[in-house]
């Protein structure tokens, strides 16, 4: 089956933290990526000063990644969806705790799709906790972050497939699987003895790009890939994970 060509690849300004958003873009930007989701953390200025930066640099984006809403009354959800709405991204990710999942889908602007994340260590970590999430409003949607799937024990492309249409969005990232004693633990535990897993560089972990995308074009997914990289090294992580996508793609349809 080839994969149709409506799957775009972001660059994740998350992957340059540690730099300015300015930096971030100009990193982006210099890799090559004409779409970039921005990160809530790098809003150190006004919205429409973010619009600006994209603008000069000639950068479209796609999505604001927001990191997750626990708690009633949060300001990051106000921050985000005026921030998406100001740069035009259309979606906004987050993770979102049950308990605060109906006040935040009331916050939701009518032109910006509010994307569910799985996390490991967070109650929507598995296909069934996020499913349950997206019942809760059929204008939610999900976001498949294959790292986080990779360390709740679940494959990304088995994730895929469970969220079927519902998925709209997904931050490709690597991470190394648990060993089955570490995930019989359960998040709670693994988070309190084990604290968080190092980040896996592109290729030394349980990710197969292939095997996720194959399994994206089955679901005849339409919507945004991410390259997100949490370790050193961003921008080889991000090239890395490029070419494999693009590698990917090119075996796909020469199988056809």
Known sequence: MAVREEMRVAGHTYAF???PLGDALDALRDAGFELVEVWLGHLRMSCDEVAAALAARRLCAVAVSAGGFYAPGEAAATQAFALAQAIGAPVVVACVSPLVLGEVVRAVPEDVTLCIENHWDQPLDRPGAVGAALAASGSLAACLDTGHAILAGVAP??????????????????????????????RRARLRLLGRPAPAFPGEGALSVARLRAALAAASYTGVVTLEHEGADAGRALATLLSAWRAAGAGSQKAV
């Not at 492309?157 to 690597?174: C, D, I, P, T």
């Not at 089955?180 to 359960?186: A, H, N, T």
């Open 17 to 19: 933290r540690d730099r």
């Open 157 to 186: 492309e088995r994730f895929a497939a469970a969220l079927g249409s519902r998925l709209a969005h997904v931050h490709l990232k690597e991470a190394r699987s648990p060993a089955l004693p570490v995930r019989l633990l359960g």
